[in-house]
Nanobody, 121 residues
Framework: QVQLVESGGGLVEPGGSLRLSCAAS????????MGWYRQAPGKERELVAL???????DYVDSVKGRFTLSGDNAKKTVSLQMNNLQPEDSAVYYC???????????????WGQGTQVTVSS
């Protein structure tokens, strides 16, 4: 089993910045994807930023130019730097990973417990 531990989040005024971090642990042979989704009240969960290790990083259009995802495959960590935050960015942010514990094993999709980000004056 993979465990994801999140940190960061909180309350910030519009235009402010926050940084979210996530670390994966457990029985992991290879980790392929890590990133963040978010879910606001009454809305579906949406992708915010997702990194394919050794490949691309994808962002939802609404955060391009404001959010930056960085990651370390060896350390199994990702961090999301969020700048110029706006009220519409308020949501619960969930770390997500896709990993295998063995070559022959299926890809395991794992979610963190979620961390609240609130942007308000």
């Amino acid at each position: 089993q993979v465990q994801l531990v999140e940190s960061g989040g909180g309350l910030v005024e519009p235009g402010g910045s926050l940084r979210l971090s996530c670390a994966a642990s457990g029985r992991i042979r290879s980790i392929y994807v890590m990133g963040w989704y978010r879910q606001a009240p009454g809305k579906e969960r949406e992708l915010v930023a997702l990194m394919t290790f050794g490949g691309n990083t994808d962002y939802v259009d609404s955060v391009k130019g404001r959010f930056t995802l960085s990651g370390d495959n060896a350390k199994k960590t990702v961090s999301l730097q969020m700048n110029n935050l706006q009220p519409e960015d308020s949501a619960v942010y969930y770390c997500h990973s896709r990993a295998k514990w063995a070559i022959e094993a299926p890809v395991q999709h794992t979610w963190g417990q979620g961390t609240q980000v609130t942007v308000s004056s």
